[in-house]
């Protein structure tokens, strides 16, 4: 066995947020429009439900198979200068993406490569053992994390946030399917 045997190609790529566009929506109609592909898609979204602007909305991750919602914020108030994730609700949600490698799925989603993943809490050990397997992983990364995302990762794609160059990494990491249906919009369409 040879060197270039040993290689193992990172079948992962992240979604530049550069915030010309909802990446949260945008990730989740990936989603919708490969399920309905008919891809077995696992892993976690986020929505933001009660429409509250910046800091102050509400950051709730859902499954993408079973639609359950884990709510991973901390109300702190609008004077608050701390971070506002709830690592409690970070650990409940792992179990998704823990699920999501058992299974091996066509696809893995997971909501963002951001601070706690840069710092080594968060997802980070879940999205590590998704890498490990070969498993497809499509994510969210921000600029402040991207160097994180680079290391973490082994180098994997860093995506503009656009269909089309999602489209061609899917279609280059996962094959062609028939994806002349338009995307829904956000995640309530995940089941459309």
Do not use: K
């Not at 008919?38 to 198979?65: F, Q, S, W």
């Not at 082994?154 to 338009?182: M, S």
């Amino acid at each position: 066995m040879t060197a270039a045997d040993d290689s193992v190609t990172v079948r992962a790529a992240a979604i530049l947020d550069d915030g010309a566009v909802d990446a949260d929506a945008l990730l989740a109609a990936v989603a919708c429009q490969q399920r309905r592909a008919g891809r077995r898609v696992r892993g976690l979204v986020m929505t933001h439900p009660d429409d509250a602007c910046g800091c102050a909305e509400a950051m709730v991750l859902v499954d993408l198979e079973t639609l359950d919602e884990y709510l991973v914020s901390q109300p702190l108030g609008s004077a608050a200068v701390g971070c506002r994730a709830d690592p409690q609700g970070f650990a409940r949600a792992s179990q998704v993406l823990r699920r999501a490698a058992d299974e091996t799925p066509d696809l893995v989603i997971s909501n963002r490569f951001g601070n706690q993943e840069a710092e080594g809490r968060g997802f980070r050990a879940e999205l590590l053992e998704i890498l490990a397997l070969g498993l497809p992983l499509l994510t969210v990364v921000t600029s402040r994390h991207l160097d994180a995302w680079r290391q973490f990762s082994g180098g994997a794609a860093v995506l503009p946030a656009r269909p089309d160059a999602i489209a061609a990494w899917l279609r280059t990491t996962l094959g062609a399917v028939d994806d002349a249906a338009p995307p829904a919009r956000g995640p309530a369409a995940l089941h459309a």
